[in-house]
């Protein structure tokens, strides 16, 4: 008998002995990654889109990683997750092995009945891992990095002389604002870190099987956020400007220096999921931009990837949504008396007439009932959407433009794509 085969036979052996299953779990930790960030990583596409993921070849195998052989959704039994997130009443803890309804949530505790990137970032994960895994999520919506994620290394926030005037001229008081101000600020950066720390230093509290000899490791964050900054003319007043949003990419990259810092992990793999509602644009967009760029930051190398979600934008369901806009238009010129010609022009071409030169007549004249303007839209409706289209949406979408159109095929695609990318780092 060869000395190699002596190895292996003794390898196996102490597998089987109790030291071996130890050496086992020793080499095997519990793999954490964090997902934080405002209402898309809260994610607002509902369980009931899950079939338009099926109605794309490209996506009908991702839709059977959603599902288990009974068809419904999937559970991960080697994921768990403990989701922070809040309401109107207040913040709130939701934990248990993750399936679908780690979305948004009216009630922080309970299944909201929807997913946001968690869901198959969890599935993409699992797959790839021979341990159990444990997601720590934070999201809220409505969230700012430069007020309410704001890193401490970012010290505090300064109003510029412009916002201060502006604040004057509305008749507030500068000093009441100002103090608000300092109370919003880093706020949610504190709930977010408070929370991964309770959750790791209770690890069985939410992952029953945890057991403290094999330890954990911080493998990946994911930040998700941006809307509330991208529109922000305030605080970035030069956004429609090249380096308009330069700030957040300073805020950006305090924000990664600190999470690692207060957490303990000073290389722990970062991706930015980078805002892409509207889809891919010819033209430069700044705020983008401005997203992305900490991941070509020297220091980052390697160890920070930004994530395009653009790609990703629904555009068959983006162009319905546009087509619903315009008898949206038209419902909201009757309710206020008439509807103007250049409105008409764009809205309805169609030659069409309730009355007789009803586009003619005067103002008074013009007036409907509701009836006969719940009637009218109805028609021009009709018209401007075909059945399939209004079928397509029903089984795509959820939600508003913002929030992805509430479609879980994009979700879906988004949550594979930042798992990826951290599999991605950690195989180089």
């Known amino acids: 008998m060869t000395s190699r085969i002596k190895i292996l036979i003794g390898l196996a052996a102490l597998a089987m002995t ?29 369980v009931e889109t899950f079939d338009y993921v099926g109605d794309d070849p490209a996506t009908t195998p991702l839709l059977k990683e959603m599902r ?3 068809g419904k959704p999937r559970v991960c039994q080697k994921v768990w997750i403990s989701y922070l997130t809040g309401s109107r009443e207040g913040n709130g803890v939701g934990t248990g092995k993750l399936t679908v309804g780690y979305g948004a ?53 300064e109003f510029t002389e412009a916002q201060l005037e502006n604040f004057k001229k509305r008749g507030k008081d500068i000093e009441s604002v100002k103090a608000d101000k300092v109370k919003a600020t880093g706020h949610y950066y504190r709930l977010m870190t408070d929370h991964a720390k309770k959750v790791l230093a209770d690890i069985k509290r939410v992952y029953p099987d945890y057991d403290a000899k094999q330890g954990y490791e911080l493998a990946g964050f994911v930040w998700f956020q941006g809307w509330n900054d991208m529109v922000d003319r305030g605080t970035y007043p030069n956004r429609d400007k090249p380096g308009g949003y330069a700030k957040y990419s300073e805020w950006m990259a305090d924000f990664i220096r600190d999470v690692r810092k207060d957490l303990g992990a000073s290389k722990m793999p970062f991706v930015i999921g ?30 920070v990837v930004a994530v395009q979600t653009a790609p990703y934008w629904d555009k068959p369901l983006a162009a319905v949504e546009r087509k619903f806009g ?45 009836k006969e303007q719940q009637a009218y839209v109805k028609e021009y409706r009709a018209k401007v959407i075909t059945v399939a289209e209004e079928t397509m949406w029903q089984r795509g979408a959820s939600n508003a433009g913002y929030h992805y159109l509430g479609c879980a095929k994009t979700m879906a695609l988004i949550g594979n794509s930042f798992a990826e990318a951290l599999l991605e780092m950690e195989r180089n």
């Open 274 to 303: 980078v805002m892409g509602v509207g889809g891919v644009r010819e033209e430069p967009n700044h705020f983008r931009q401005a997203m992305a760029a900490p991941a070509s930051m020297p220091e980052f190398k390697g160890n």
């Open 68 to 70: 288990g052989t009974d």
């Open 18 to 46: 109790g030291f071996g299953s130890t050496f086992a779990a020793e080499v095997k930790p519990l793999k954490v990654y964090i997902l934080a960030g405002q209402s898309n990583m809260q994610g607002h596409a509902k």
């Open 105 to 157: 949530r009216s009630n922080p505790t309970e299944d909201g009945g929807k997913i946001g990137p968690e869901f198959t970032f969890g599935i993409t994960i699992e797959k790839a891992s021979d341990g159990p895994i444990l997601i720590i999520k934070t999201a809220w919506g409505g969230k700012s990095l430069h007020t309410d994620f704001r890193p401490p290394s970012a010290g505090p926030y």
């Open 326 to 370: 315009k008898p949206k238009k038209i419902a909201y010129y009757l309710r206020k008396g008439g509807v103007p010609a250049r409105v008409l022009a764009d809205n309805y071409p169609i030659a069409y007439t309730m009355r007789k030169n009803y586009w003619d007549t005067s103002v008074e004249d013009r007036k409907m009932s509701k």
